[in-house]
């Protein structure tokens, strides 16, 4: 009777544990991805909420090599890294540009922003309008990032910079700092 209940206990505990994943506002996340062969571990979720309202726009994830609290050490760490961005409400792609570009100012020194505009320009027009349920998704390597958008082709933008400094607009005077520490894991 024990060797049957340890058996039972076993076989029902396999499953939780290779099926770990994150779960807020109903959008589930897996707990890591795999890019250029290195498996990135979720390191936090969030809710990206917009407007004095705190209109719920997606649920993003962040996956990285070596999980952290500390945004200093997310921008440092090597690349790979990874984000996907769940919209759980339609948003216009004017919108999304404009989120982008108040992003990019309050993150970014006035010189890097305009010695990277030419590519933040790039990465703001591979953008189109993305109804619910789609999500954006974010491969970032050494000077380069790759948007997969919605239904949308992949677009791949290389220039010096560019990976840090679009990973930077979560960190560095975030837009909404309820995201920025749920991708810390501390919320």
């Not at 969030?46 to 999980?67: D, E, H, N």
């Not at 320009?121 to 189109?128: L, Q, T, W, Y």
């Not at 000077?143 to 958008?149: A, L, S, V």
């Amino acid at each position: 009777m024990t060797k049957l209940l340890l058996l039972l206990t076993t076989l029902l505990l396999i499953p939780l544990q290779m099926s770990m994943a994150a779960t807020l506002d109903g959008v589930t996340l897996s707990d890591s991805v795999t890019i250029n062969k290195k498996k990135l571990t979720l390191n936090g979720i969030g809710t990206r909420k917009a407007t004095w309202f705190k209109v719920k726009v997606y649920v993003g994830g962040l996956y990285v090599q070596s999980k952290t609290t500390d945004a200093k050490k997310i921008l440092s760490q090597a690349y790979p890294k990874f984000i996907n961005m769940h919209f759980v409400r339609d948003v216009k792609k004017e919108k999304l540009i404009g989120g982008w570009n108040d992003a990019y100012d309050a993150a970014l020194p006035k010189e890097q922003l305009k010695t990277l505009r030419p590519a933040l320009d790039k990465f703001n027009n591979a953008m189109g309008d993305i109804t619910e349920g789609e999500e954006v998704l974010l491969t970032f390597l050494q000077d380069e990032i790759t948007m997969k958008f919605g239904k949308m082709a992949a677009t791949t933008i290389k220039a010096k910079g560019i990976a840090h400094a679009i990973l930077s607009v979560w960190f560095i005077n975030p837009g909404d700092e309820g995201l920025r520490d749920g991708f810390l894991g501390i919320k």
